[in-house]
């Protein structure tokens, strides 16, 4: 057991990975040389080759499917993007290639590509840099889409996501990268599955449901509400295509209540799935509407603006205050 | 300062000057070793093209020349004919969903894909009946997709747009304008590194090259040098807008040429000479010449799609380019040349005929993929990671 940031975490895993597979790839824009803008990939370069860990150059759409031809023929290629917004570019070839192809060729090749994203906001980054995007990824069937909240997560999941034969969408809270935990990157195996959701803190009144940057927000909410002798549940979702629905409704089913967090929009976010699968398997469970916290309708904001803009403690326990009341 | 800024500034801790004096010297080596690389590909290619040439101009007999171009005439006369059932079988609402015929084009697939071996790699358009059946999956395969029968190549699923037959190294059927380019570039950059002397094929139109994909392609490809060609499929239309008013600039294969890769015109109407253009951007591809770009001027005698109603053209025009339908050009260099005759395109017809009668038959007789099917093959079995 050491301290590991995410950062690090997420450099040992892809560190382990090459070392694993001789046909696992680094590829995307400056991940060599340089490590990486969040130097998630550092020394990676130095230790594995030019040939293994890939400087491209400034073409998303190029990177992502050149990763597939790699992945057609054998490769397993780890593609970072190394903003959030910039993957937009290659959406053409997420959503209609690497999503795609699978099922195209009948399951006849396939497709272990991982896009790591660093993704949300909290670091000042502005727009274009601080996007929630879950949402567009996993409303396409054909790709996985996990995000890990802690280092521990972080490593595990992304050996996973790795390993794993179709391609998967593996979101970085980069507000969370430099949060630092215990980790035994030696250890016999993962802790969890992939796709499994986690109960993250026990309790009794009301759950609250959050994955990536806003599991830290609910856990802190949840420990000042106890101050106030409320009895907060949180479910770390940690993979949102596909859903661990069951864990959701165990939870809810014991506790009645249900708020979703998410920094991306509420409008149209995954709040709105997970509220009406709840609402149809829970019903004569639930206490109150299930309630959602999560970004207003706009472009992201300034820097200056941003701690107002996020889903924060206060509007967490606001809504959990409604909750109650109902 | 953006973060790619800062990033690129946290990398550089020497003086711009310093930076660039290696920024200068990393260039002139990259291009060194890229005119090496090169001038042995072409010096291979050379030796490979004399043999092919004097192969073809051996006298008629076993695999000589009228055999060849009789083979030839065949694939082209089996792509034209397919697609003329496709026409029926469509009007009878027996193929649904859209059409996208070649006719007229016929010598670019036939050609180019002459110059492959089956272990080259093949990406392709939404007008891919003529690449599929070319790159040698069968009509009744084909057929069977086109009427949506579990016994098509992509299960019935994929229909005239997204043919697919991984066995065979066909990778698609790409409905999306240049969507294929960067998968091509990854089978060929996945081939370098393998050290397979194989060669991937891209055909996309040119209406692809005004889309952002093909230029990053074509720059990832030249600068890494895959082992890529880039088979640009040039039929004066991007759906319904004229070359002109398409590109500023239009000569394509002089664009294609500013990223630093061989690329020449080839008249796609005669398919020998596609094929030998082909052969020499194959085996210079093949010998470590890096990407070579063929843009193959043809031209389609059907609309864009069954949909269209082909207002953008004058009839005029269509007509003249039919003087120089490749079935023609090459049916009367044969009848010159080589003593063919109109018996011997009889029997290539009614052969071609029977070969296109059973594949429907046949396909007819498939039944469908079950409904339920659907939700299969949308993501693999889970495999169990650490």
Redesign the interface.
Known sequence: MSSFTMVKALNEALR?ELEADPKTLVMG??VG??GG?FRVTDGLHKDFGE?RVID??L?E???????????????RPVVEI??DGFVY?AF??IV??LAK??????????LPVTVRIPYAGGIG?VEH?SESHEAYFAHT??L?VVTPSNPVDAY?ML????????PVIFLEPKRRYWDKAELDPNAA??PS??HDARVAREGRDATLIAYGPMVKVCLDAAAAAEEDGRSLEVVDLRSLSPLDFDTVTASVQRTGRAVVVHEAPVFMGMGAELAARITERCFYALEAPVLRVGGYFAPYPPSRVEETFLPDLDRVLDAVDRSLAF | MS??R???A??GVRGAAGVRDEAVQVHERAARGRTVQREQGVQREQAVQEQAVQERAAPDGGGGRAAHRRDLLRRMLLVRRFEERCVELYSAGEVRGFVHLCIGEEAVPVGVLEALTSDDAVVSTYREHGHALARGIPAESVMAEMLGRVTGC??G??GSM?L?D??RRF??????VA?G???????????R??GDERV?CCFFGDGAMAE??FH??A??AA?WGLPLVLACENNLYAMGTPLAREHAVTDLALRAASYGMAAWPVDGMDVLAVEKAARRAAGAVRAGGGPHFLELRTYRFRAHSMYDPDRYRERSEIERWKARDPLRVLGDRMRAEDGFGDEDLDALERDVAAELDRAVERARAAGEEPVEDLL???????????
């Open positions: 382990k824009e400056d040389r340089l803008v040939d491209t150059p073409a759409s190029g990177i992502v499917g050149t990763a597939i031809g790699l992945a057609l023929r054998g490769y190394q903003f570019p053409d070839q209609s290639q192809m699978h099922a195209r060729a009948l399951g006849h090749v396939k980054a840099h069937a054909g996985k595990w050996r996973q996501a790795v390993r794993c034969d179709d195996g993962a599955r992939l | 973060p790619r800062a990033a690129a946290a990398a992509s299960r699923r994929g997204h697919f991984a066995s990778y698609g059927g790409h409905a999306i969507g380019l960067p998968v091509a570039a990854g089978l060929a950059l996945a081939d590194m393998r991937t952002g994909e990053e392609t720059n990832l600068l299969r093959f949308v993501t693999g079995p889970p495999r169990e990671g650490p």
